[in-house]
C-alpha cells in the first residue's frame, strides 16, 4: 500500500508564496513522475506541473515563471514553490505520483488535497 501526504497549503496574501510538499510513503520500489494537480470550485481538476524521475519538468502556462517543481527522490517527496501568487490561484492542490510498487505492481496514487487560499 502506498500515501501520499500534502502539507504547506493555507492562506496568503497576493503577491506572497507557498511551498507544498508531498511525500510518498509505503511498499514503493520506485516513482516515475510526480505532478501538482489543482481544482478550484466549479472547475476541473487541471495540471499545474510535472516532473519525471530524472527531473525533466513541465508546466502549465499559467505556472510558468511563478512555480517551480523539484523533488527529492531519496525522500520520495515532490515540493511545489509557488512566488507571486494570484487570488486565481486559489484552489484545493493534490499531488499523484506514478509508483512501481515492490510487488511489480504500477499505479498512480493521489494525495488527499491541500487548500491554498490567496486572499487580502
Known amino acids: 500500500q502506498v500515501q501520499l501526504v500534502e502539507s504547506g497549503g493555507g492562506l496568503v496574501q497576493p503577491g506572497g508564496s507557498l511551498r507544498l510538499s508531498c511525500a510518498a510513503s509505503?511498499?514503493?520500489?520506485?516513482?516515475?513522475?510526480m505532478e501538482w494537480y489543482r481544482q478550484a470550485p466549479g472547475t476541473q481538476r487541471e495540471l499545474v506541473a510535472s516532473?519525471?524521475?530524472?527531473?525533466?519538468?513541465n508546466y502549465a502556462d499559467s505556472a510558468k515563471g511563478r512555480f517551480t517543481i523539484s523533488r527529492d527522490n531519496g525522500k520520495n517527496t515532490v515540493y511545489l514553490q509557488m512566488n507571486s501568487l494570484k487570488p486565481e490561484d486559489t484552489a484545493v492542490y493534490y499531488c499523484n505520483a506514478d509508483v512501481f510498487a515492490r510487488s511489480a505492481t504500477r499505479r498512480v496514487y493521489w494525495g488527499q488535497g491541500t487548500q491554498v487560499t490567496v486572499s487580502a
Open positions: 516532473i519525471t524521475s530524472d527531473r525533466r519538468t
Open positions: 509505503g511498499s514503493i520500489f520506485s516513482i516515475a513522475s
